[in-house]
């Protein structure tokens, strides 16, 4: 224990580590109790011949009692008396602090001290997942504790560093807030509130997302101040479930409206007359690729997974739901090294297929997020997911492989029911959201979706797959037929050309005349 007398107490550390932890003898040496560390009067960076007398406490001020800047461990330093700043601590540790006084220039109002990357979301830890009834989502601290104040601790409230950030801060701790019954956002009543609350709106199932939207004043915080507690009350119950401005009827819109579909393609199909006949892929579409087992659904089917990573820059999700994470990394690095990657006699190493895939996303590490696994019981995890997947992640293409898998085991009824749920749901979501979703599915004895034909019918473009697995010649074994059977971008249905799996390359290639011409047929007689 470090025994020497002190003068003052609750003085920030020189150290960076504690705000209020750091203490002065009548030397002017210092101890720091936080980080259990002695200064000398020569290291000491707090003078108080300059400085003056500093001192920490609770004070109540802009409305809000002293109880709730206790229960947030917010506290007010004042020098000689006057209060100059106030800090609050993140999760992480670190502190956001504002200066006070209505001289000090707007630029200069707020800094921080430690840690506050990823610095999770202000008053996040004085609430334990789910333990409310909802969680408000703020734009400051001051708003953090009137809010808190105001609704007498209701819901958790929280913040994010700022409303620039918002996005990146709520989806960091998304799992957090959607462990909540209800969402509220309620920023501040201003463009750059408006902006903030539409980004992360999206991140969440708008079943549980409120808007809260403030009118005479600006923020929660000018409610408290203005003594209009029971009008802030009324607009917080009176907040409806977010939802984006989707009815348009003025030119201006009209023009966005058109500007947003002519930029509306996400990217090509690696066949050429799969494109011609398509137009591509689109914001908002839903792709099914359905054919029996074994004829190609998965290889096609993954050539235009590898074609959007070498053609475009769109993030992917991929749902492989029937292997394991490891086979769709060497199918990815397969297709970029030409290699049968997936097979164990393909030859490569660990750190060849490793460098296979990296070069496949370029390097990228946000290119391709995988999948792991999910309770297939639980289809409210899978849309959350897929929601996480595009709106915080970003991706623009989600493959699920396949969609059948989903209700595989129940009987007749209870598949279908189970599986135009879901397929309902995901079309929704891929118009809300705006991805392209291709669904993979197996099909039944008459050639339809096996399960559900709502597959087929959310459906935009229906490709089937087809190929004669029992012939003699082994070419043609391996010849996969493509077929157009829905394309509601254009209607130009039919056969759309023919792919090859080359058992040399891992690849599903397209089939062409000029490509038949430089096929060696001999690599096919296994």
């Known amino acids: 224990m470090y025994k020497k007398k002190f003068k003052q107490h609750g003085l920030p550390c020189p150290c960076g580590e504690s705000s209020d932890a750091y203490a002065l003898d009548y030397k002017d040496d210092g101890y720091c109790f936080s980080c259990s560390k002695p200064f000398s009067k020569k290291e000491n960076v707090i003078d108080t011949v300059k400085t003056g007398v500093e001192e920490f406490e609770y004070w109540p001020h802009r409305g809000i009692s002293r109880g709730t800047y206790e229960f947030f461990n917010v506290k007010t330093k004042f020098i000689d008396g006057e209060p100059s700043e106030v800090g609050f601590i993140w999760p992480s540790g670190g502190v956001r602090i504002r200066r006070l006084g209505e001289d000090i220039a707007k630029s200069d109002r707020f800094y921080s001290k430690g840690s506050m990357n990823n610095p999770g979301l202000f008053g996040q830890d004085k609430f334990d997942p789910g333990s409310k009834d909802g969680i408000v989502i703020v734009a400051g601290g001051h708003d953090v504790l009137a809010t808190h104040e105001m609704l007498g601790g209701k819901y958790a409230v929280v913040c994010p560093t700022s409303e620039s950030v918002a996005k990146r801060d709520v989806a960091n701790q998304w799992n957090y807030i959607n462990s909540f019954k209800k969402i509220f956002i309620c920023f501040d009543n ?135 994470t490891g086979t769709t990394i060497k199918a990815i690095a397969g297709y970029e090294l030409s290699v049968p990657a997936t097979l164990p006699d393909c030859g490569l190493s660990e750190e060849d297929i490793l460098e296979g895939y990296k070069r496949a996303v370029s390097d990228d590490e946000g290119r391709v997020h995988l999948y792991l696994s999910f309770d297939r019981e639980d289809e409210e995890l899978l849309f959350n997911n897929i929601r996480f997947l595009v709106a915080a992640a970003g991706c623009k293409v989600i493959v699920l492989d396949h969609i059948t898998w989903l209700a595989t085991g129940r009987d007749d009824d209870d598949e279908r029911k189970k599986l135009d749920r879901i397929s309902q749901g995901l079309k929704l979501l891929a118009k809300e959201l705006r991805f392209c979703l291709i669904m993979i599915s197996h099909v039944n004895a008459q050639g339809g979706t096996r399960g559900s034909a709502n597959i087929e019918n959310v459906a935009n473009t229906i490709i089937s797959l087809d190929r004669d697995e029992k012939h003699p010649d082994p070419f043609t074994r391996s010849v996969v037929h493509v077929m157009l059977e829905k394309v509601r971008l254009g209607g130009r249905t039919g056969p759309a050309g023919k792919a090859v799996f080359n058992i040399m390359t891992g690849k599903l290639e397209e089939l062409t005349d000029q490509s038949y011409k430089e096929i060696d047929v001999k690599e096919f007689a296994i």
């Open 190 to 324: 201003d463009e750059a509130g408006y902006k903030a609350a539409s980004d992360i709106a999206p991140l969440f199932d708008f079943h549980k997302v409120y808007h809260v939207r403030l009118t005479t004043h600006k923020d929660p915080n000018e409610y408290l101040e203005a003594q209009q507690v029971d009008s802030f009350r009324k607009i917080f119950e009176n907040a409806k479930r977010f939802s984006p401005d989707n009815i348009i009827s003025s030119f201006s819109d009209i023009r966005e409206a058109l500007r947003k579909d002519s930029e509306s393609q996400i990217g090509t199909y690696p066949f050429s007359s799969l494109q011609t006949n398509t137009y591509g892929l689109h914001e908002g579409e839903v792709v099914v690729v359905k054919a029996r087992r074994g004829v190609g659904k998965t290889e096609l089917l993954r050539a235009i997974e590898h074609h959007l990573l070498k053609t475009t820059k769109v993030n992917l999700g991929l749902i492989h739901l029937e292997e394991d």
